[in-house]
């Protein structure tokens, strides 16, 4: 075993490039040291050839004497630095051989866990001892890859943390083992992200920092930020630096995560999550390059400039860079410290409103860019007097992951939700097979994934709040086998519907964690105002391409159109005043 996971190790190693700078390609710095040692050992050679010329074969005058000298305390240097670079380069090597042997072994050893488990278990008649034996196996496994993630840390720390708020796709032994990596997140000490600066940008901290705090205010797997005053200006700024220690093994995590996958999936051909590794092979780049980050948040604040009435900050970027990302600084708590918004006078139901309509803005506005992370960490609340129509704002942080929708499946996927708003079976069907290619066996499945309510809810009332009957409906059912179909459903659809399905995941999560009075009946309203929109934008660019919107003709299909788009609106207003109204009752009362 130890000879196979050298060989993969190496193989690995000889086929993973090196991470780029912004400055040209970078070298890492064991690289860079062999390079400079061979140019050095190249001069050593043309200095002997040089003085085999001008030597005599006789005594050597005082001046070949030093000549010598020099000679010899070139050779010195070279060898040490030589020497140097060969003990950081078998360093390099041996690090990448343990991280690819812990990841190898340990898949090794948990599919012989699995395959004996289950061999066993076919073998056993009584089903309450399977499913203990199961649920073993799971925890065995869970446990040993929790080690394994802690250990090699960096892209690891970020898979597992997905991986825990899977809980609709894994099993529980899995996903609450992997709770604790939410708050496990690496801390890179102040003299590598010094030294990172300075090899990014070719200047010092301190000739453009006048303060800069050596313990970061927060770290996450793959970044950590620091507070920082620009010496030219004096504006407090927050700068985000990436982990150095990422540049090194991003290539190599990347493809052992790959591999495991791949793997599991020769394996159980079943259970087929090679899909997981695709998206991180994608997502991962663009999340580790921080002038893309900074270009994200740029669009996303010049698109909610135009729409003034939703509280939404995203802070300023100064400047940015590959690794490095400056900002200004603006905090606030976060949406589920319901303390601080009930201290403070900030509505809960207001902050899920405002949530929902930026997020449906954001996947139903033409051109919009869609924030694909939404979860706790990424948002903050700060209460703001000044602002028109609430007493607070909305901070979005962290906009590496961005997608743009298109504008068919983003009208497709429109006309679902409003489908499934109305209960109506036949549409859903109709649009869940445009926007995802789904047929009517996996329907049910995929209308469930996407609204995360079980499937007779849908054919009903979506709008009502989810009981813990209805919760364990779904975990039941998945336990059931679905999860095996659901797996090869996730599998299969779009790339981009995962990132929605997620975003839809994420923004659920925070209303229900906002513990609002009045459940999930506003927030599909403000859904259908979305969707309806969408629609009718859609309906008037049909009209216009017939001709003239004064036609009778088109005049009559516009007035459809509008009565179809005012229908939402008045509902969701009517709802609206009564909230309204409702809250000043309960002022006069309390």
Request: proline share 3%; charged share 25%.
């Amino acid at each position: 075993m130890k000879g196979f996971n050298f060989a993969m190790a190496s193989g690995f190693a000889r086929s993973i490039p090196r991470v780029a700078s912004t400055r040209g390609v970078w070298t890492c710095r064991q690289c860079l040291l062999q390079s400079r040692g061979s140019r050095i050992g190249d001069q050593l050679r043309g200095y002997a050839r040089r003085s085999n010329a001008y030597g005599n074969g006789g005594a050597k005058s005082a001046k070949s004497k030093r000549r010598g000298g020099v000679i010899v305390a070139t050779a010195g240097g070279a060898l040490g630095v030589t020497a140097v670079a060969f003990t950081d380069d078998v360093r390099h090597a041996y690090e990448a051989v343990e991280r690819t042997g812990r990841v190898v072994s340990t898949l090794a050893v948990c599919i012989n866990d699995y395959r004996v488990t289950l061999n066993q278990n076919e073998k056993t008649k009584d089903e309450e001892e399977r499913n203990i034996s199961l649920k073993a196996c799971h925890q065995r496994c869970a446990n040993r890859t929790l080690k394994v993630l802690e250990k090699n840390g960096s892209i690891f720390i970020k898979l597992g943390q997905h991986l825990s708020a899977m809980n609709y796709l894994l099993p529980l032994e899995w996903t609450t083992t992997f709770i604790p990596l939410q708050d496990k997140c690496p801390v890179s000490s102040f003299e590598s992200i010094e030294a990172m600066f300075e090899q990014d940008t070719g200047e010092q901290l301190s000739d453009y920092f006048s303060e800069f705090e050596h313990q970061p205010i927060g770290a996450a797997s793959l970044a950590q930020v620091h507070l920082a005053t620009v010496k030219e200006t004096g504006q407090k700024v927050a700068v985000k630096v990436q982990h150095p220690t990422l540049a090194e093994w991003a290539g190599l995590d990347l493809a052992l995560t790959s591999f495991t996958f791949s793997t599991l999936k020769r394996f159980f051909p079943e259970y087929d999550l090679e899909w997981l590794s695709s998206e991180m092979e994608y997502s991962l780049p663009q999340e580790l390059d921080f002038a893309l980050e900074g270009q994200n948040a740029i669009r996303a604040k010049e698109y909610f400039s135009h729409i003034p009435e939703l509280p939404l900050v995203v802070p300023d970027v100064i400047w940015a860079k590959k690794r490095i990302l400056v900002m200004e600084n603006v905090s606030g708590h976060r949406p589920d410290d319901l303390e601080f918004l009930d201290a403070n006078g900030i509505d809960r139901d207001e902050v899920s409103a405002a949530l929902a309509r930026i997020f449906n803005e954001m996947i139903f506005g033409t051109n919009a860019p869609l924030h694909c992370d939404p979860h706790g960490g990424n948002i903050a609340i700060r209460k703001n007097l000044n602002r028109r129509g609430c007493n607070f704002d909305v901070i979005l942080y962290d906009h590496g992951l961005y997608r743009d929708i298109p504008i068919d499946l983003r009208r497709s996927y429109a006309k679902l939700w409003l489908a499934v708003i109305d209960a109506d079976e036949e549409r859903m069907r109709k649009y869940a097979k445009e926007v995802a290619g789904v047929n009517d066996e996996q329907f049910p499945l995929f209308a469930s994934a996407i609204t995360g309510r079980d499937y007779s809810v849908l054919k009903k009332n979506v709008a009502q709040a989810r009981s813990s009957e209805e919760k364990q409906n779904i975990n039941t059912a998945l336990g059931e086998g679905m999860l095996q179909q659901l797996v090869q459903l996730l599998g299969q659809v779009p790339r981009i519907i995962l990132l929605i399905l997620k975003t839809n995941d994420l923004t659920r999560s925070l209303d229900e964690n906002l513990q609002t009075r009045q459940g999930p009946v506003r927030t599909f309203l403000i859904l259908a105002r979305y969707c309806s929109r969408t629609v009718f934008e859609e309906q008037v660019e049909e009209l216009r391409k017939r001709g003239s919107l004064l036609w009778p003709r088109n005049l009559v299909g516009l007035l459809g159109a509008w009565l179809g788009y005012v229908r939402v609106e008045v509902k969701l207003e009517a709802f609206e005043l009564w909230l309204a109204v409702k809250r000043g009752w309960q002022d006069v009362v309390g």
